[in-house]
């Protein structure tokens, strides 16, 4: 029987046990030995779907397939960019038009002016489309950083450097 049976078993006995216990001859085992919290899941480590599809490059042709990935998706990702970019600064501008509003004298309409801003700033960051190219944009940005460094490693390797 293994150690995490017998704590079960004391558990569902009205024995709490509150540590885990690990022990390896020679290591230092006090960052382990910490409590666990009840009904804690660890969350799974979710692995992009490009650094499966592009693995290490082992030929000349892979290299170009890549290459030809990257400069295909690369223009998109700069539009997107741009885009993003673009809406970004626009949140900024409604920033400082709030923090104006709020810091400088109230006039009578100011309120109604901040609470027309405040819904058209929340209006536009919610919007499923800007969220959508949002998430893209940082899906693009990691892809074409996978597929940089599969291109440069095999270049690294072959003793030639193109990109």
């Known amino acids: 029987m293994f150690q995490d049976e017998v704590e079960h078993l004391r558990a569902a006995k009205g024995i709490v046990t509150k540590t885990i216990h690990f022990s390896e001859k020679g290591s ?10 009840y009904g804690h899941r660890p969350k799974p480590h979710v692995l992009p779907d490009y650094v499966l599809k592009y693995p290490e490059i082992r030929t000349a042709e892979e290299r170009e397939s890549y290459k030809a990935v990257f400069n295909d998706q690369f223009s998109e990702y700069k539009e997107l960019h741009a885009e993003v970019k673009a809406a970004m600064a626009k949140f900024k501008e409604l920033d400082i038009m709030m923090d104006k509003l709020t810091r400088g004298p109230q006039s009578k309409t100011a309120p109604e002016r901040i609470q027309v801003i405040a819904q058209k700033y929340e209006k536009k960051k919610n919007d499923p489309t800007f969220i959508e190219k949002k998430e893209r944009c940082v ?4 892809k074409l950083s996978h597929i940089k460094k599969q ?3 095999y270049d690294l390797h072959q003793g030639t450097v193109y990109f």
Do not use: F, V
């Not at 899906?139 to 990691?142: E, H, T």
């Open 28 to 37: 230092d085992t006090g960052p382990l030995n910490r409590s666990i919290p």
């Open 139 to 142: 899906y693009l940005k990691g």
């Open 151 to 153: 291109i440069q490693a």
